[in-house]
């Protein structure tokens, strides 16, 4: 079957600008929250990807009137009806989870398919459960791919996560809204896109308070109104951006980033040796011939994110020795490895740990895993010497925002080709 691919000559020396887009894993929820509004709702600074268009024609098969105009979505969800939602749209992207604690908080009913997403190992939805349970939902998955979720009535609880989830803590947060009295999620996720939907479900009338650190409280409303939301900047594209042009870039800046929800990749590229200089809203990103080789462990936020242990690996092959890489989110998200080692890599990966030594990269023909396994075969691509197919590419545009005209303007010489899979 014939199929996009993404085609880079290696070597080229990147400048100029980039704008970061609004963030894929706050909009990916604050889409699906909108549907509990009794209003219109418009949501500003949406990224152009095509998980935002998966969860917009969600919203449509419930009846809700919708309209997308570049990165702003109108939504009006008058007449929304409560439907069975089709499995193989909730299938193509893991954010659809939040259809559920979105539909249940506005129905107290939802039956939907199972979640799908980037193959990064197990990634279950237990804790997302528990919180639903304790809010009072009956549970039932037993026809194998569809979950039922029902409640009489929701009523707050005090819910301690067994395990710090951006997803069961923003899912919760839905759910509680529209419940009756008081719910507390302890060890909640601190992620900044958890902040970014309470503030949103705040500006429909919610009372959410704590997000951003381990206690969060939600006191439940009858209803929730319309409102216009402004999404904040995608730190992990404003990362995968950094570490590009610390990979090739002359002098690249990128815009529209908050510098502290990158703190922990600004550290690291700098511990490396990256040329770097922080701005209230920007940043300016030089490369260098040579690294230090530094040690890398993915934590919660705001610890190192495992969203950008892939992008920047292929900078640790231009370091003077070896480097670890830790990924203790997904401890099985290392599928980029083979990849890079059929790019003459020299990179290994072991229980959640890949060791990576200096190498030159030569351009081959590699596949996208998933979306930042596509990111890192973008950053190798751009490093390696002669030209990087990447086949599978609709992984990276569940994610990035054009990211192949946006390259080209900085002096890459990338292109889309159509071949034969
Ligand atoms: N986990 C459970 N049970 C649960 C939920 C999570 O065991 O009920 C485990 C997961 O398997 C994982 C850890 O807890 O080991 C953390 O998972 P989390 O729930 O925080 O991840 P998520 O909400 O499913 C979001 C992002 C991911 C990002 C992770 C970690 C969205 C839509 N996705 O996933 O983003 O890697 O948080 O920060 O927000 C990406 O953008 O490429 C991406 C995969």
Same mark, same amino acid.
């Given at each position: 079957m014939a199929q996009?691919?993404?085609?880079?000559?290696?070597?080229?020396?990147?400048?100029?600008?980039?704008?970061?887009s609004g963030a894929k894993n706050s909009s990916v929820a604050i889409i699906p929250a909108s549907l509990m509004s009794t209003g219109p709702v418009t949501l500003e600074g949406l990224p152009k990807i095509s998980d935002v268009e998966t969860l917009v024609s969600l919203l449509e098969d419930l009846n809700?009137?919708?309209?997308?105009?570049?990165?702003t979505l109108s939504v009006d969800p008058t007449d929304i009806k409560n439907m069975v939602l089709p499995n193989h749209k909730v299938e193509s992207l893991r954010a659809s989870y939040y259809m559920m604690g979105a539909m249940l908080g506005r129905f107290k009913k939802c039956v939907i398919g199972l979640p799908g997403g980037c193959p990064l190992g197990p990634r279950p939805i237990d804790q997302?459960?528990?919180?639903f349970k304790a809010l009072g939902a009956k549970v039932d998955e037993t026809d194998g791919h569809t979950m039922k979720l029902e409640a009489d009535k929701l009523i707050g609880a005090n819910i301690y996560l067994d395990i710090v989830s951006v997803g069961a803590t923003i899912n919760i947060m839905l759910a509680a809204s529209l419940a009756e009295g008081q719910t507390m999620i302890e060890n909640a996720a #601190?992620?900044?896109? /958890?902040?970014?939907?309470?503030?949103?479900?705040n500006s429909m009338g919610?009372?959410?308070?704590? +997000? $951003? &650190?381990?206690?969060? #409280?939600?006191?439940? /409303?009858?209803?929730?109104?319309?409102?216009?939301?402004?999404?904040?900047?995608?730190?992990?594209? +404003? $990362? &995968?951006?950094?570490?590009?042009?610390a990979a090739s870039g002359e002098r690249v800046v990128i815009n529209n980033i908050i510098p502290k929800h990158v703190e922990p990749l600004t550290v690291k590229l700098k511990e490396l040796g990256v040329g770097i200089e922080v701005g209230d809203d920007y940043m300016i990103v030089k490369s260098r011939n040579q690294y230090n080789s530094v040690d890398i462990k993915?934590?919660?936020?705001?610890?190192?994110?495992?969203?950008?242990?892939?992008?920047?690996?292929?900078?640790?092959?231009?370091a003077d020795g070896p480097s670890f890489v830790t990924d203790t989110i997904y401890p099985e998200r290392f599928k980029h490895v083979k990849e890079l080692q059929n790019m003459n890599a020299s990179i290994d990966s072991d229980r959640g740990t890949a060791t990576i030594k200096p190498s030159t990269l030569k351009g081959a023909d590699v596949y996208?895993?998933?979306?930042?396994?596509?990111?890192c075969l973008i950053?190798?691509?751009?490093?390696?010497?002669?030209?990087?197919?990447?086949?599978?590419?609709?992984?990276?545009y569940r994610g990035y925002t054009d990211i192949v005209q946006t390259l080209k303007q900085l002096g890459a010489e990338i292109w889309t080709e159509t071949m034969d899979a």
């Amino acid at each position: 079957m014939a199929q996009e691919v993404i085609k880079i000559k290696g070597g080229r020396l990147l400048n100029g600008k980039v704008d970061i887009s609004g963030a894929k894993n706050s909009s990916v929820a604050i889409i699906p929250a909108s549907l509990m509004s009794t209003g219109p709702v418009t949501l500003e600074g949406l990224p152009k990807i095509s998980d935002v268009e998966t969860l917009v024609s969600l919203l449509e098969d419930l009846n809700i009137t919708t309209s997308l105009d570049g990165t702003t979505l109108s939504v009006d969800p008058t007449d929304i009806k409560n439907m069975v939602l089709p499995n193989h749209k909730v299938e193509s992207l893991r954010a659809s989870y939040y259809m559920m604690g979105a539909m249940l908080g506005r129905f107290k009913k939802c039956v939907i398919g199972l979640p799908g997403g980037c193959p990064l190992g197990p990634r279950p939805i237990d804790q997302h459960l528990k919180g639903f349970k304790a809010l009072g939902a009956k549970v039932d998955e037993t026809d194998g791919h569809t979950m039922k979720l029902e409640a009489d009535k929701l009523i707050g609880a005090n819910i301690y996560l067994d395990i710090v989830s951006v997803g069961a803590t923003i899912n919760i947060m839905l759910a509680a809204s529209l419940a009756e009295g008081q719910t507390m999620i302890e060890n909640a996720a #601190k992620e900044p896109e /958890v902040v970014d939907v309470a503030n949103f479900l705040n500006s429909m009338g919610a009372k959410v308070s704590g +997000a $951003g &650190t381990s206690s969060i #409280k939600i006191t439940g /409303v009858e209803r929730l109104h319309g409102s216009r939301h402004a999404i904040i900047p995608d730190r992990i594209e +404003a $990362g &995968t951006y950094m570490c590009i042009a610390a990979a090739s870039g002359e002098r690249v800046v990128i815009n529209n980033i908050i510098p502290k929800h990158v703190e922990p990749l600004t550290v690291k590229l700098k511990e490396l040796g990256v040329g770097i200089e922080v701005g209230d809203d920007y940043m300016i990103v030089k490369s260098r011939n040579q690294y230090n080789s530094v040690d890398i462990k993915t934590l919660v936020y705001p610890g190192f994110a495992t969203d950008l242990q892939q992008p920047i690996t292929p900078l640790l092959f231009l370091a003077d020795g070896p480097s670890f890489v830790t990924d203790t989110i997904y401890p099985e998200r290392f599928k980029h490895v083979k990849e890079l080692q059929n790019m003459n890599a020299s990179i290994d990966s072991d229980r959640g740990t890949a060791t990576i030594k200096p190498s030159t990269l030569k351009g081959a023909d590699v596949y996208a895993s998933d979306l930042r396994a596509g990111a890192c075969l973008i950053v190798a691509g751009l490093i390696a010497d002669g030209v990087t197919t990447i086949f599978n590419v609709r992984h990276i545009y569940r994610g990035y925002t054009d990211i192949v005209q946006t390259l080209k303007q900085l002096g890459a010489e990338i292109w889309t080709e159509t071949m034969d899979a």
